[in-house]
């Protein structure tokens, strides 16, 4: 369920606001019904993973990945798919961490009470 | 604990973020350039290409249709001139912002803004050098005119217009890369282009050199090396042509013609070898019976191109061909009545002048024999992460004293800027070149031509022309300083009015020609003149390699076609090779040689002297004429301390052909007395071993495709979105002139007619961007020798099957 809420709001979010809305797409979600911190990491690292994934290839593909081709180059990589994989990979990563903050956070304060 | 696991893991988050928001050195902000929605992946395009499109902006006056052909290329139609120059800015920021960011940046020393420090020298040089200076100037000659005023402005609201209605995932890859956006466009940028156009083509200067050569040598040494007028030459000007024209009274020289160095720094030298070709053929040797126009401009090839093709219509223009991105108007093209083309001329409109000041305060100067009030302009450089740079520059009547001191010059850099001199530069001048432009896209005739080229400054170009009224001409054009002769070939004493530039040719005087009954016009950057033409322009000029296989073939053409053009402008032949190779081979002893020099020896003799991409023989003869130049001049030429000019391959010819004995061949560094036949035979040696130590036995690896390095680069070097090394033929010196990443950077041929059809290629592709199929759909075409016929529409209606999209903008 968390994974599926991280992965339509990070969809929606992305191309009206600056990129790092991903860490808030992940974060509240978790907030309110992260279960635990393994769960919560795992469904907003895949999530957004996935999500920067779809997109990067969505834009790529009709353009025979000639651009990010390029990049690759630029960025001294192998190919391509490399940078596709590094890409969705900063994007989980900062999904999960996300995911997991709001998890920790919630059961910081649920303690507390 | 529970807490603190929180408190970390959100801290850690944050942490995260800000890292990957963030650029680190060079290094791009890693999270918001690879994110899909915000990131580099926006930037690729749809292998479709795009769909017609409405826009509706502000500022239009009407509504704009623009037309686009297979190439991406733009067809614009307008019912009014602002409007036409507001969709140019537009549509030219839609393909080129980025590089018009940088290139303004660059010109306008602010490129420290954006990268930091390390490019503070440059900016500062740049800012010294008086570009800015020279840009408020030219900005007042353009706002003077109501037409050129109009368009500026106009163009300028175009490419804001778009700048407005980007977000920042729309930004070209390179504001993503460097981590900056767009800032609002000014009229003064589109001057800056024109700055950095005479920065590259009259920004040089020889004056260092030459007076060390002067110090080291002697008067009569200078004068037999480096005479004002070369050993061979195919001028311009056909020679014998008669001056219609009273000349003004000639400058008397000063009495210190010759100024003393201040300082012993390396000046950058003039680059042999580039420059440009143009040519018009009378309808008479042509096979339509009306004229054909060729041009060729040899610049540094880069990604994005420094052309842009677009057609221009409105109801008092309707003009094709090439732009400036960042600046309105066609630069060269045709249209239905008229078409034309430029070369550098090379006129001497840049020159030093020794600054003698009061006291330490800098405050005053000695000029004809009183102390005068120097002028000081302050510049401010913004510094990305530093504080900003405060930097005051003094400027005496001539210019900008653009380095005080040696400590103020930064080691090893800009070594052509002599120290404790005032700059005297064509460029800071008031001045209206986009004036001549407007009037050439409008132009109709011979008459047109000439009252439209009046109105250029600089950089000084060869302006060929050719009408449907069978009319060709060509002129060497541009504000010339009266000058006495050799003024400005040395460095000048400041203090003396003599020394100061007198004025102006007047521009109806300027070199001219029209309909020569050879039959043809052309230039390739030589002299502009016989020795007959009264005004002193400049001692020296590229050497007349180019210019002169250019004018043998003319002579021999007859009714040529688009296509002999074209095949011209890829013509590999060296004329330096035809001069010299024979008494090379004469003087060299097959007796002495290796097997492998033998080999080669055999190689040259049956080479055709064509620098094609697949010859053995270019290789070996580039080679050995290199090591001969080298062997011959190196030994006195190498005075520690002191930088000198060598003598031109025009004159290392001269002694090569007519002085056998000169002493310039004997080896100062040896006993005994070498002769021409002994550095020719050493050079030999020396070429074919060079070429058997780095490619092995002579045999493909020997292709001069491959010896030479021919590359096309991002204007940023970044790897990846230029070409890398291609094999190609051609030469400095040789008419498809084109070594390094430097070469034709736009090639045109057109037929005049009762249908003007025009034909052109430039290397890369419309768009700027390196995630557009048409970033480089143009290269092959013009690395295979090919040109494309150029779309010209007669009106925005007109049915074309390579209209591929339109573009609709109207008004808000």
Not at chain 2, 25 to 32: L, V
Not at chain 2, 240 to 256: C, E, H, M, Q
Not at chain 2, 672 to 688: G, I, Q, R, S
Request: with cysteine; aromatic share 14%; net charge positive.
């Amino acid at each position: 369920m968390l994974f599926f809420i991280i992965l339509i709001l990070t969809f929606a979010s992305g191309y009206f606001l600056p990129w790092w809305v991903v860490a808030i797409a992940a974060f509240l979600p978790a907030l309110f019904i992260g279960k635990t911190p393994a769960k919560s990491f795992f469904a907003g690292f895949s999530a957004v993973f996935i999500v920067w994934a779809a997109m990067a290839l969505f834009k790529s593909i009709p353009n025979d990945n000639m651009l990010a081709k390029r990049v690759a180059t630029l960025m001294h990589l192998p190919n391509w798919i490399l940078l596709l994989v590094i890409t969705a990979l900063i994007g989980g990563l900062v999904g999960g961490m996300s995911a997991l903050s709001g998890v920790l956070v919630r059961k910081a304060f649920a303690k507390s009470k | 604990m529970r807490f603190v696991k929180a408190f970390i893991s959100v801290i850690f988050t944050v942490l995260l973020i800000w890292v990957l928001n963030n650029k680190f050195g060079d290094i791009p902000p890693a999270g918001k350039f690879l994110s899909p929605s915000r990131g580099f992946w926006q930037n690729a395009e749809n292998k479709e290409g795009q769909s017609s499109e409405n826009l509706t902006l502000t500022g239009l006056q009407d509504a704009v249709t623009i037309r686009y052909d297979e190439h991406r290329i733009p067809h614009i139609f307008a019912k009014n001139d602002h409007d036409l120059y507001y969709a140019q800015g537009f549509v030219t920021a839609r393909d080129r912002l980025w590089q018009m960011d940088i290139q303004t940046r660059s010109a306008a020393g602010r490129l420290a803004e954006i990268v930091g420090p390390k490019a503070l020298e440059i900016d500062r040089y740049h800012r010294r050098m008086g570009m800015v200076y020279g840009a408020e100037n030219g900005l007042k000659g353009i706002m003077a005119n109501p037409q050129t005023r109009e368009m500026v402005l106009a163009y300028t609201d175009g490419v804001n217009n778009y700048i407005h209605s980007l977000s920042p995932k729309d930004y070209p890859i390179e504001f993503k890369l460097l981590n900056y956006k767009p800032e609002e466009w000014k009229p003064i940028n589109c001057i800056f282009l024109l700055k950095l156009m005479s920065e590259t083509l009259a920004g040089g200067s020889d004056q260092f050199a030459m007076t060390n050569n002067l110090r080291v040598f002697g008067p009569k040494a200078v004068n037999e090396l480096f005479p004002d007028y070369p050993f061979h030459e195919s001028p311009i000007i056909p020679a014998g042509t008669k001056w219609a024209f009273n000349p003004l009274p000639i400058p008397k020289p000063s009495a210190g013609y010759l100024a003393q160095m201040t300082e012993n720094i390396k000046p950058k030298e003039k680059v042999d070898g580039i420059g440009s070709n143009n040519w018009a053929i009378a309808g008479s040797k042509s096979a339509t019976g009306y004229p054909i126009l060729a041009n060729d401009p040899h610049l540094n090839l880069t990604f994005p191109a420094i052309w842009y093709q677009v057609q221009l219509s409105s109801p008092t223009v309707n003009v094709n061909g090439v732009s400036l991105p960042g600046a309105p108007c066609v630069i060269i093209g045709y249209n239905q009545k008229i078409s034309w083309g430029v070369t550098n001329v090379d006129a001497d409109v840049l020159d030093w002048y020794q600054v003698k000041f009061k006291d330490n305060t800098k405050n005053e100067y000695w000029y004809n024999n009183a102390w005068n009030p120097v002028k000081k302009r302050i510049e401010v450089i913004k510094v990305l992460g530093a504080p900003d740079e405060t930097d005051t520059v003094i400027y005496t009547h001539h210019g900008p004293v653009v380095y005080e001191t040696t400590s103020e010059k930064p080691k090893n850099e800009f070594p052509h800027v002599p120290v404790g001199d005032a700059l005297r530069w064509i460029a800071h001048d008031e001045s209206n070149e986009f004036l001549c432009f407007y009037k050439l896209n409008r132009g109709k005739n011979y008459n047109d031509y000439r009252a439209a080229i009046a109105n250029f400054s600089a950089p000084a170009q060869n302006f060929i022309f050719a009408s449907n009224d069978n009319d060709i001409a060509i002129t060497p054009n541009g504000k010339f300083p009266l000058k006495f002769k050799e003024q400005g070939k040395y460095i000048m004493d400041g203090s003396d009015p003599a020394n100061d530039w007198h004025g102006w040719i007047p521009p109806e005087q300027n070199p001219t020609v029209k309909n020569p009954p050879r039959g043809f016009v052309s230039s390739a950057n030589q002299s502009s003149t016989d020795p007959t033409y009264p005004y002193y322009i400049n001692w020296r000029f590229e050497q007349y390699y180019r210019g002169k296989r250019i004018n043998d073939r003319l002579t021999a053409m007859q009714k040529a076609t688009v296509d002999s053009m074209r095949i011209m402008q890829m013509d590999n032949y060296s004329i330096l090779a035809q001069d010299v190779l024979p008494t090379m081979l004469k003087y060299l002893d097959p007796s002495k040689l290796s097997d492998d020099q033998a080999k080669a020896l055999d190689l040259i003799k049956k080479w055709d002297k064509f620098y094609n991409a697949n010859s053995i023989g270019a290789s070996i003869f580039d080679n050995w004429w290199y090591n001969f130049y080298n062997l011959v001049w190196n030994d006195e030429f190498t005075v520690k301390g002191t930088y000198l000019k060598l003598p031109s391959y025009d004159e290392t010819e001269k002694l090569l052909l007519t002085d056998p004995n000169s002493k310039w061949f004997d080896n100062n560094k040896t006993p005994l007395k070498e002769t021409c036949a002994d550095m020719v035979n050493h050079a030999f040696y020396a070429a074919v071993d060079s070429l058997i130590h780095s490619r092995g036995v002579p045999g493909d690896k020997w292709q001069w495709g491959r010896v030479k390095d021919t590359y096309i680069d991002h204007m940023a070097g970044l790897p990846g979105f230029g070409t890398g090394k291609f094999i190609a033929g051609g030469r400095g010196g040789v008419i498809n002139a084109l070594r390094y990443n430097n070469g034709p950077s736009w090639r045109m041929v057109v037929q005049m007619g009762p249908v003007v059809k025009g034909y052109g290629v430039f290397p890369g592709g419309e768009s700027g961007n390196p995630g557009s199929f048409y970033y480089r759909d143009m290269f092959d075409t013009w690395n295979n020798g090919k040109l494309n016929e150029l779309l010209f529409l007669n009106s925005a209606n007109e049915k074309s099957a390579r209209v591929k999209s339109t573009l609709v903008l109207s008004k808000k």
